[in-house]
């Protein structure tokens, strides 16, 4: 009874033992079989179970590794990082564990830990490229960040759920209805799909209040007639067609918890009803998929993803052509090597210019799906000078399925960034407008004051003009529209400013924003000159002795006189008179007559020109008026310094006469935008 009663608790004790060990092994062979079928959220809980019970060290780190690399499958990087950080320290010797560790931090947007981590798998795989391409990419996102590009994202605070909330796309003309993807409660059916763990994915549907333009709460688009949401499958990615009667959405059918493979669908609507969907004309093999689809170019073109033969690896950008005549849709057009990788490029949208956007993880990104543009190659089937649209449009995590309102800058995509609402959540984008200010202050080019009351006017390329005067400060400014959000200076636009007051010569100037990236304030200071005395200008050279305007290939006196040219235009009522003068050197006589010729060369030389010779009078001074007398210029110690002074006396200027000249009808004056060329010409 003894040797009976000790046996019994051994035989139970190796009963259990048995049984546990068959449990495990069990738990973890069904891991196995979740994670070899891609069933990755069902298989994290398996392992996680399968790991407190297993002995072996070996084949801990081996769960460790598949618990972090099931968590970035279902792209939950905060729990990837942790466990196949715990996979690296614990020693597992597979160098994948160090890379998706690398790629995991990327996917965070943790650059430079990034950085650091593939260099560290670089050392275990010094053979695999995709290291050094990756700590390139690092270092290119980093900088789009730290230089991010003009759009603004913002989530929707109406759109979006905990559960999963992407691809939209319009569905009524005015661009006010849109219809999406979701995976929220209340999706047809109460399945839940093993790969994401959310409810099967269902079309939900929104339109604007017409009064706050803001979206309203979301709907299914047949709800309580599950044509196309029918609770069996995952549906969505869907697009309307121009006249937003035919809808084209991807069905991804499940039978028995496995995967049958996705394909594209058409039903259309009738009223608020949908006809029973049927499969769109594209040929797949049973192991090949289909979705994302997009209409464009007139409805003639359909775009869409796949992994069928013929790609250039993981699933491409295809397309199919409409041929009116025979009513059919072409052979699938793979988009080539210019848009697709080797790695997945899907989510595709095509604008009116012929323009295609599209998400891909195979072009240089920054860390997951980014968006991408390609051109159009003409009215051709190509499209090339594919571009990353870099930060804030895309991030460290999953951007994709951008579409736009129209031919604006404006529209939706759908990114899975932190601090939206669930796992993929609907963010708005647009570039705002620019902010420019454009101001200045006037003042008195002799005396240096400010003045007040000169008025200001603005006329821009676009057809604007606006006048203002300056405050007691001599201080303008062109900023809002009063009562309005209109602002005076616009975007690519060039604009000519005119300044005028009584008892100052005429100015202008030009300012544009053209190419200008970013709001600013131009500052446009002006210092005016007041004619209440004579006034020099540019230099004007005679030969010794001579009267003719000096032209040579050191000097142009026509071009200094093109300054005065360009004051009597831009003042068309004033009378000058034309002040010539000499040195002190040679008699008097001759020099009053010398100067007399030299300042009727200048008023020739302006007729010449166009200017009404009753708006000049000649007048030579000789040497009654120089600027440095005689005394002083004998007391200079040098024969240069004398001379120089000398070349001083030898000046011309003008004074105002009069400011109320009045030109005939039979006066012929050029503007101002003729001068230069008029100039330029008399010149040569």
Known sequence: MKLNALRFPLVLILIMLGTTLLAQKNVTKEADAMFKSSRYFEAVNLYKDS???????????LILYKIGFSYYNIQDYDNAKGWLSKAVKAGYQDPNAQFYYARTIRRLGLYDEAIVEFKKYQALVPDDARAERY???CEMAQDWIDNPTRYMVEKDPVLNTKAADFAPAWANKKHTAIIFT????????????PITGQSYSSIWGSSQDKKSKKWMQPTMVDEGQEAINNGTANEGSAVMDSKYKTVYFTRCSTKKKSRLGCAIYTTKKLGTAYTEPELFPIELNDTSVAGHPSLGLNDKYLFFASDMPGGKGGKDIWMVKYDKKAKSWSSPINLGEDVNTSGDEMYPFIRKDGRLYFASDGHPGMGSLDIFSADRVGTSDKWNNVENMKSPINSSYND??????????????TTDRPGGRGSDDIYSFRIPPLKFILAGTISDVDLGSSIPGVSIKLIGTDGSSIEVLSDE????????????????????????LEFSKKGYLNGSGQETTLGRTESTKIVHDVKMQSFSKPIRFPEVRYDLGKWELQVNDEVNSQDSLDFLYTTLIENPTLVIELMAHTDTQGKSGKNMILSQKRAQSCVDYLVSKGIPVDRMEAKGYGETTPIIVDATINSLPTKEEKDAAHQKNRRTEFRVLRDDYVATAAEAVPTTEEAPAEGAESGN
């Open 51 to 61: 790991y407190s019970k297993v002995k072996s060290a070996k084949e801990k780190k």
């Open 135 to 137: 700590i390139s990419e």
């Open 182 to 193: 979701s995976t929220r409660e209340g999706s047809a059916g109460d399945n839940v799909d």
């Open 400 to 413: 994709f399925s951008i579409m736009f309102d129209g031919v604006a800058e404006r529209g939706y995509l």
């Open 473 to 496: 400060l001599g201080y303008f400014e062109f900023d809002q529209v009063t009562g309005s959000t209109e602002r005076y200076i616009k975007d690519e636009t060039s604009y000519t």
